[in-house]
């Protein structure tokens, strides 16, 4: 059974980082694409970023290219989220998500499998 945790949530002034972890179960992280994801109160749950791993293939949002970066380690079947240079409309909760697959997936139906999420909120 496949299943990802996320952590490393929390509050943070504007202008600062922190780091998610993803860590998945029950699969083997070469096949999976992993991805992150977004949703603040009363939005739609956006696309932030994805990393594949059989191409070694890594996109990203618009808004968040040059400040987040996606990385993992296989070893540990773990992907993380370094955030820098955080915003006020980075406030959101962060999920995780795996699907089986070869390339990159940027939409949230392309994956099957999802984490609880890890609430974010950068204070101005």
């Known amino acids: 059974q496949v299943r990802v945790v996320e952590s490393g949530g929390g509050l943070v002034q504007a202008g600062g980082s922190l780091r998610l972890s993803c860590a998945a179960s029950?699969?083997?992280?070469?096949?999976?694409?992993m991805g992150w994801f977004r949703q603040a109160p009363g939005k739609e749950r956006e696309f932030v970023a994805t990393i594949n791993w059989s191409g070694k293939s890594i996109y990203y949002a618009d808004s968040v290219k040059g400040r987040f970066t996606i990385s993992g380690d296989s070893a540990k079947n773990t992907v993380y989220l370094q955030m820098n240079s955080l915003k006020p409309e980075d406030t959101a909760v962060y999920y995780c998500a795996a699907d089986y697959r070869s390339s990159i997936a940027t939409m949230k139906d392309e994956y099957g499998y999802w984490g609880q999420g890890t609430q974010v909120t950068v204070s101005s």
């Open positions: 029950g699969l083997s992280f070469r096949r999976y694409t």
